[in-house]
């Protein structure tokens, strides 16, 4: 009798066993559940708290204005003052330059679209040298702020950024020239595809898919590589147009890409809310929407140079 019931299973003893067992393992797995979740969560907090976003570069630009407030406050002071007397007389200058074209042009008998092509390209230097003027000193006195440098008088920050103004405007005009001629040459290349070969029209669609696809592929790989070779050629003192396209290389190399492009994307969402706005003020006001543009983008263009100011100490500290 008793070996009997030895040898019987208690079938209600196991049933509560394994329902114990269960809930135990249970336990168990949705604890190291919630420790591997709170670790993954941390470490991924971890990481975006260690990546270098536009926001934070643009706090650190307001961190580096308020520690050389005086400097910035006069740069911006003198940029302001000339940008206004530019604005003044940029119209009838433009048309001097063009009535001094047309006259050489009847004197010399060239042709007049030669010469005020050569008029309009000295004009478009002379803006693109006052505009590379003004972004340098504001470059200058935000990288001394941050650097906990300053220069002892704003008549010594404008000169340094007068006698860096001739390379850095070279830079931005090889930098434009990298960007826009590979894609003049792929447009040509097409147009001639287009107009010596009768394609179908399935064709003529893959080829200029590609052509866009080529081009937006050409853009984005410029301006992630070598935006900061302008703010290199005014920073770093004995450095050539050539050599400071690759330090901008090098710095971005492992990081500082994504960055680049999330700030172009910040421009223009500024430039189009800047525009929106304008063209709002100007139905409603007397005030011409271009007037309204034209000083909503100054602040704009004030803050994507500063962020690639603090981006380029940020790259330059990491790389050291």
Partial sequence: ????????PNWR??????ARQYRRTKRQVSHVLHIKYRRSERTLYAYFRKQYFPTTALADTRLAIKKNEDIFLGTLLVSLVLGYAFSVSGLTLALEFMAVGGTMASALGLSEMLLYFVAGSVFA????WLVVFLLNVSSIAIHQGATHKRYRSLIATLRAGLGRTSRVTGTWIAFFALLAVPLAILGMLALQILLNFELTENTTIALMTGCVIAACTWIVGVLMNFSLAPYIACLEEQVTILESFVRSRQLVMRRGRLFTLGTYTLLCLGLGAAFLVGRVIGTVTPIGSG??????????????????????RKRRLARA
């Fill in 13 to 18: 003893l196991s049933k509560r066993r394994i």
């Fill in 1 to 8: 009798m008793i070996l009997e019931q030895f040898q019987t």
């Fill in 125 to 128: 230097v002379a803006i693109a």
């Fill in 291 to 312: 007037a309204i543009f034209t000083i909503l983008t100054v602040p704009v263009l004030l803050a994507t140079n500063g962020i690639f100011t603090t981006l380029y």
